[in-house]
């Protein structure tokens, strides 16, 4: 059980492109999804929470407007790199819990190059 | 002071070799604890919750220690398959640490 989904698993595309990524529970409803960042050899870097129905909190330094978050079902949260550019490339990674105080169920991961 | 703190090692030990990890928060309100294996440029995987009484799977042991502010993780009879890093998680606070680099060589 605690299955979660993400796709594309790799992306390659222009600079200026937007890139959308999705998150799926499979198995159960999330009601809290997060996603993070992570450039080689550097920790997992916390992007935002979002929780289902509301907007998504940002972490400082997180531009909102050019990382959009939507979390509109139970069961899926997309994020949309908008107009990437090169440093944009990285890891990025969600993840998933049913409920507070719970472990988090992470998606396979999706590797963003931007051209 | 960060809320979670590790030492990132690395850590080499032989194949069969026991080593344990440490992990200090300083809130000492939280509740959940969780230990994560991360391998090269993959997504972080659940080993295990770690309880207040302690709690074993196979090879490895959680343990808590309230009075003091930390978890630990003990793997025992180390495997080659083992070498990861490894990363904890306290309470609501997702942010991940840089964790704990573990090497295990033949």
């Known amino acids: 059980g605690a299955v979660v989904s993400q796709h594309p698993s790799w992306v390659i595309c222009k600079s200026g492109t937007s890139v959308k990524i999705e998150c799926r529970s499979l198995d159960f409803q999330a009601t809290t999804m997060f996603w993070y960042r992570q450039f080689p050899k550097q920790s997992l870097m916390l992007m935002a929470t979002s929780n289902e129905g509301s907007k998504a909190t940002y972490e400082q330094g997180v531009e909102k407007d050019k990382f959009l978050i939507n979390h509109a079902s139970l069961t899926l949260s997309t994020l949309t790199v908008t107009s990437a550019h090169p440093e944009d490339s990285s890891f990025y990674i969600c993840?998933?819990?049913?409920?507070?105080?719970?472990?988090?169920?992470f998606g396979d991961g999706t590797r963003l190059s931007i051209l | 002071r960060k809320e979670v703190e590790q030492d990132p090692g690395p850590f080499n030990v032989p194949e069969g070799a026991t080593v344990a990890f440490n992990c200090t928060y300083s809130?000492?309100?939280?509740?959940?604890f969780f230990w994560y294996r991360q391998d090269c440029r993959k997504e972080p995987k659940l080993l295990m919750s770690?309880?207040?009484s302690g709690n074993e799977d196979g090879r490895f042991t959680a343990q808590l220690n309230r009075a003091s502010q930390y978890i630990s993780l003990l793997i025992r009879d180390s495997k080659l398959s083992d070498s990861a890093t490894y990363l904890c998680?306290?309470?609501?606070?997702?942010?991940f640490g840089a964790g704990t680099r573990l090497t295990v060589k033949p």
């Open positions: 998680v306290v309470n609501d606070d997702m942010r």
């Open positions: 993840s998933a819990r049913d409920h507070p105080g719970g472990p988090q169920h």
């Open positions: 770690v309880y207040s």
């Open positions: 809130n000492s309100a939280s509740q959940s």
